[in-house]
């Protein structure tokens, strides 16, 4: 009988039902075996998972596994890809590794895929070593600037700083003819680096370990922007493809590194460019004539990578609403893994198994069934680029954008024991905040979720005080294409680090042969209370979306994100702009009318609540609760960023945290001449987020306000 | 209580309410003074709308005017623009009219406009004159093959075949300096062209009546696209701007345009090229010696037209919905004309004042409110290209997107008297039908609207055996930015010619100083019966479409014609793409999955109307109704289009009544090689709309099926 709504004994045993020793028998399942998209595992995996969302005793009602069909890259099996160090003569000085040293009797099988850089172009540069630091733009200009001649060169560089793809971006512009990347045992490991020292005897990465990763600049399929990746579909013809990188580029674990870089001739870094492989990184080009090679030694690249189309799955189940059945909580995370990925992506996939059996368990029963439809999801070829997620999103885009209320993404659930972080923008804040206040943390006694995440990442609130910071959506993960291309408010959630204890630019084994069942077991989370903390938090996150009467969005949250923005645009463009004759007062304007709106929408909401509103009342309040998130959505505003739709979480180059069009425009415009179209453009920004504000606001008036 | 539904006897009300009388009174007042865009008594039919939707007694809930700050183009009142004959000595040897004949005592005022084609640059060019048909592509070329030498020379064009501003773009193509367009009365007086046998003795233009327009080839303000004229807003530079007139352009009324063409030179123009001036139409260039001209005498063309930011209000009243205050059905008029606009566009506000009277009167008394909300508005500056409603969209894009059940236009109501003619999307054929089924058509006896209609326009429909055949929309008035750019299913409804009684493109004193009161009051429409018949069509509409609990939205007659485009497609376009390998299979499917899709939901609705639907369920089923149309908009489907997202009705340029992204493509495409990218674009335009009927479905299957 509705009010259908939130029934709290549901929660509370949803809550108890999530167990730690499930998803620890789930996770050593799904990261059994290597399962890289659209390899026989991850085939078999998209069984296990409909064979679980089928189960009659504690499956969904409904689950399929859809398949597109998408340009992927791999490393020619015959041919594997070779670092070599060659001497003037030709002989060959040094050979870096082809695989990670096994370590676990887990690295050496046949499914563990070498470490390559995907999309990387096949060829065989060879010329002299430069270090290039983290391969940014400012990185290359130093190297320029000191005189160095990139070109030819092959530049070693370490991860961090840039995007993968970006680094070789950045090097080409230079003449540089190939790109190696490595994991700085200072960026990975807070400095260690001996075998001892690292996995498996420490968390740490073993000097063997590679960082794999897709190289393509922007994401889902790349021969199908904007269209579901079908079969018949149009295809792009390769020449018209961008976003791969332009020149050969090889990751290599640092212990080869090492080798190349505490070898070079030249002069020394910049401190800020040092490293911890114990030596005086120098720059180049080439190496030393007292080093362990000749003087005159190149360093050869020989990359092998072929594209192939293949069929990559998702997989999809769904729990029918009872109430509004047109109304989606979004639930998923990628299942395909570099190699065994226990950590990237399985630990997701745990979480979203054990969440799925315990709701699943009480649908069968016939316990419960939520009042709004939950979709849960299994994307594929996620590490390629969010390729099944933004396929999918591409396929179904008006269905979704008209009945998705949020999507909530798990994929690494737990990175490190210490606390949560939630990523998401401000509709979604109260709905974690309300669920994590009401759940125990672990190993903190009894601390909350919520209190004992406010100590490690919080913020002053305007309005509500200290409370927990959530970070924003960038491009991580599959929620992008929901934020970004569909405008629904969106989420990721996981359990992280203390970050006065490490400096870890994410856990150390990420990408390579090391992420498995016993890293997580024995280091990640023995016992997996923090799967369990993350579990409960996105389990209580989708029912109370699900199953609320009033839908748990808080859009007034937003007010203070965008005073946040307009503020920071005052103080660090304000000047600038009107030297250029250019008034913020429209955008002022325009923030005051949606603070004003959503002001009086929080008090429509309360007298709503106190009263005894009829259900089609309701239904029409979350629905624009629901869809506030997509006013914010211009297709035309950044034409050239693929996919980002979202006017204020597209990309920022700068490090202002602002409206990102009128703060890019402003950073491209301001070194321009007055009439140039570079200010122009920074006109035309200002009106866009000026209209989607007041478009905003306008979602958010009393619905037959003219 | 809910369900709240269509009262039947609430319609009959307003049915005998529409008062042809009162109707020919608010036309009288309406058209009292010319009324061009921003001028004061625009502004005081702005008041005069406000007064009326604020009556006490007859208004609506609320009413405002809202401003925008648009482009317009005006002729100098200090230069008047003019063209002459000037002989070789620079001696004038004619001029042409610079207004109209004052054969009523209305054409003389000062606040009527002279003739001039706005947007037209201004310039003084002066050449030999030519005569080229109706200035099509085609018509340039015929005369290039002819041997005609274009450059420099003054073409002379007939309306008709190309859009106003077409003429002057493809004239300029050819090295043409000057255009001048005139109306044939062989296109709009059935060849008639003596003054007794026009205005103000018969309906016919008189010989001095000129066709003003805008020649602007977009829609909307010219500087802001896709962004709300607000003073603030963002503004293209003017060298930014496309889509003007490239060269000067002046239109002139046929008495001054026999004059040219009946003394030009050269060879006689095909027989197709001929009009009713009384003599053998010559294609020049320049005079023959033996006419009224010496043989070297050129014309001169002397244009001052000139661009002003001008406040352009719209107006808009509101009744707010009883139960789904969020749903609108919305109703408009534009209010600005070209001169006294009786017909054009007062006809259309006329009836939208007496449909607001009578429902205002009902809302007043407390007899009635609406199920959903009305708005109904009265749009500025529609002559210059829909640049109010195009203004409102951009502002209101999420809103009306998200909310907006259906748009009815009703600019000239009365074209003549014969039937009703009405465009639309397939969506609102059955509300319609239903609504004209019971209305009386006016002067047939007991002929319904429907039975009269159905014998002037008709199709054999494989569903439904002989039904009245509505039109396509393209962009002749404001439904223009309602269906293509926010994708909300939309009609025009007026009442027209019967065509085997007339050829005149339209009616003959369209855009000139004529379209007067005692026009349409002795000729066009006297007793007012057919503006009587419009009205009660567009509101019994209304009211089917704001009270009915079932939203009387028919999707599945989308099926009807997605097979029909799909068959012209197979028949016109299937063997060009197989000889390319382009299969036509995937939209074959595509059409077929939205038929059985929309066939399952037709069983869903009738089982729901058998049995007794909650609230909830019914509005989750209209939102599906309303929200189809959604589905079909691509914004990336054709970027060059401004505003046409609507992957089925965007412009075509060839005759077969298709998919008109496909169509284009494959008519570019056709004469390039096969790897073109002419070709890569047909395989991509096919691709779009194969999603997008996909799409389309997947929002027709049951809601909660994956
Ligand atoms: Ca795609
Ligand atoms: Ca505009
Ligand atoms: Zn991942
Ligand atoms: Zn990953
Ligand atoms: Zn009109
Ligand atoms: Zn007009």
Redesign the interface.
């Given at each position: 009988p509705?009010p259908q709504d939130l029934d709290l004994e549901i929660l509370e045993t949803v809550m108890r039902q999530l167990d730690a020793s499930r998803m620890r028998e789930d996770l050593r399942e799904l990261s059994r075996e290597p399962h890289l998209s659209s390899s026989p595992r991850d085939e078999a995996l998209v069984q296990l998972l409909l064979q679980r969302w089928r189960d009659p005793v504690s499956g969904l009602?409904?689950?399929?596994a859809p398949q597109y069909e998408v340009l992927l890259s791999f490393p020619s099996q015959e041919q594997p890809n070779l670092v070599e160090v060659v001497g003037p003569t030709g002989d060959i000085l040094h050979t870096c590794r082809q695989r990670e040293e096994d370590l676990t009797g887990e690295q050496g099988g046949p499914d563990v895929v070498p470490p390559y850089a995907a999309y990387g172009p096949p060829g065989t540069p060879q010329g002299l070593l430069v270090y290039a630091n983290q391969g940014t733009e400012e990185d290359f200009k130093e190297l320029q600037i000191r005189g160095i001649k990139l070109e030819g060169t092959i530049a070693l560089t370490r991860y961090g700083g840039a995007g993968r793809g970006a680094k070789a971006v950045n090097a080409a512009k230079h003449g540089v003819a190939g790109v190696l990347v490595y994991t700085d045992p200072a960026d990975i490991n807070d400095g260690l680096s001996l075998p001892n020292e690292t996995f498996p005897n420490s968390w740490h990465l073993p000097p063997s370990g590679v960082e794999r990763g897709s190289y393509y600049e922007y994401f889902g399929d790349p021969l199908t922007p904007?269209?579901?990746a079908?079969p018949?579909?149009?295809r792009?013809?390769l020449t018209?493809v961008s976003g791969f990188p332009p020149i050969p580029t090889q990751p290599i674990g640092f212990q080869d590194a090492k080798d190349l870089l505490c070898n070079l001739n030249g002069t020394s870094a910049l401190a800020t460019w040092q490293g911890a492989l114990g030596c005086d990184y120098k720059l180049g080009p080439g190496f030393r004539a007292d080093g362990d090679f000749s003087a005159d030694s190149q360093v050869k690249v020989s990359v092998y990578n072929r594209l192939e189309l293949r069929n990559s799955s998702n997989v999809?189940?769904?729990i029918?609403?009872a109430?509004?059945?047109?109304r989606y909580v979004l639930y998923g995370n990628h299942r395909d893994s570099w190699v065994h990925g226990a950590v990237d992506p399985s630990s997701g996939t745990a979480v979203l198994l054990e969440v799925s059996r315990v709701l699943g368990t009480l649908l069968k029963k016939g316990t419960w069934r939520p009042r709004r439809?939950l979709?849960l999801a299994s994307w594929g070829a996620e590490e390629f680029g969010l390729i099944g997620s933004t396929e999918f999103t591409?396929?179904?885009?008006?269905?979704l954008q008209?009945?998705t209320v949020a999507y909530i993404n798990v994929d690494i659930s737990v990175f490190a024991n210490a606390t949560l972080r939630v990523q998401g923008t401000p509709p979604v804040q109260s709905v974690v905040f309300s669920a994590t206040k009401e759940i125990r943390s672990p190993g903190t006694g009894d601390l909350s979720i919520y209190d004992n995440w406010i100590q490690y990442f919080n913020r002053s609130s305007p309005v509500y005080g200290i409370v927990p910071s959530l970070g924003s959506l960038g491009a991580g993960s599959d929620y992008a294409p929901f934020i970004h291309f569909l405008g629904i408010s969106s989420m990721d959630i996981a359990y992280t680090y203390d970050r006065s204890k490490t400096s870890a630019r994410i856990y150390p084994t990420y990408h390579t042969a090391f992420d498995t069942f016993d890293y997580v077991d024995k280091f990640l989370d023995p016992g997996f209370s923090s799967h369990q903390a993350v579990a409960r938090t996105a389990g209580s996150v989708l029912l109370r979306l699900s199953d609320s009467f009033f839908l748990p969005l808080n859009v007034s949250d937003y007010s203070e994100t965008l005073r946040s923005f307009l503020q920071a645009a005052q103080q660090d463009l304000g000047a600038l702009l009107e030297q250029h004759g250019i008034?913020l007062?429209?955008l002022v304007t325009a923030v005051e009318k949606f603070e004003a709106a959503a002001e009086a929408l929080g008090q429509h909401i309360s007298a709503l609540q106190k009263g005894s509103p009829?259900?089609?009342q309701v239904?029409?309040l979350n629905?624009?609760l629901m869809?506030l998130e997509?006013?914010f959505l211009n297709?035309?505003a950044f034409p050239e960023e693929r996919y980002y739709s979202h006017v204020l979480w597209a990309p920022r180059t700068g490090s202002t945290v602002t409206f990102p069009g009128l703060a890019n425009a402003c950073s491209t415009a301001k070194d321009t001449d007055p009439g140039s179209e570079a200010w122009?453009e920074v006109?035309?920004q200002?009106?866009?987020v000026?209209?989607a504000l007041?478009?905003?606001a306008?979602?958010l008036r009393p619905?037959?306000?003219?």
């Open positions: 509705d009602d409904a689950a399929e904007y269209l579901p079908k018949s579909s149009f792009l013809d018209n999809l189940g769904i029918r609403g109430v509004e059945p047109d439809s979709v591409e396929e179904f885009f008006s269905k008209e009945r008034s007062g429209p009829d259900t089609l239904r029409m629905d624009q869809l997509r006013s297709p035309r122009a006109q035309r200002l009106s866009i000026v209209a007041e478009g905003a306008a979602t619905v037959a306000d003219l």
